[in-house]
């Protein structure tokens, strides 16, 4: 072994606003939050999500290959249904061509980063 996940940073243009759209999604706290970096983590020990302030920030467009993803996340969920309702009132956006009934859903967070919800199927 090399080593283990550290970190999935994200790019974005307000760190302490995304991150927040990510506290309510993934059930994490911060750990640290300055204004052009804010990390997300559940213990010491376990991988971190870091939001990083790039001041010229271009949002990715799905699936523009000329605009690719800059971070995706896979979150497991029990019913899509239920979890896509609560997504969307945090500001979450069905993309198009994603609204299949079982296995997943993409959506973009606030400022365009795709992430997906999926079922436990899915992982199989």
Do not use: N
Request: charged share 25%; proline share 11%.
């Amino acid at each position: 072994m090399i080593g283990k996940l550290c970190a999935i940073v994200i790019d974005c243009p307000d760190p302490s606003a995304l991150a927040g759209f990510y506290e309510e999604l993934l059930s994490l706290r911060r750990s640290d939050d300055d204004p052009d970096f804010v990390v997300l983590g559940a213990t010491a020990d376990s991988p971190v999500v870091a939001f990083q302030k790039v001041s010229d920030f271009r949002p990715p467009r799905w699936p523009d290959p000329a605009r690719p993803p800059q971070a995706h996340v896979d979150v497991l969920v029990a019913d899509l249904d239920v979890a896509e309702a609560q997504v969307l009132a945090l500001g979450a956006t069905l993309l198009d061509g994603s609204d299949k009934p079982i296995g997943y859903r993409v959506y973009a967070d606030p400022v365009g980063h795709p992430f997906c919800l999926v079922t436990p199927l899915d992982r199989a």
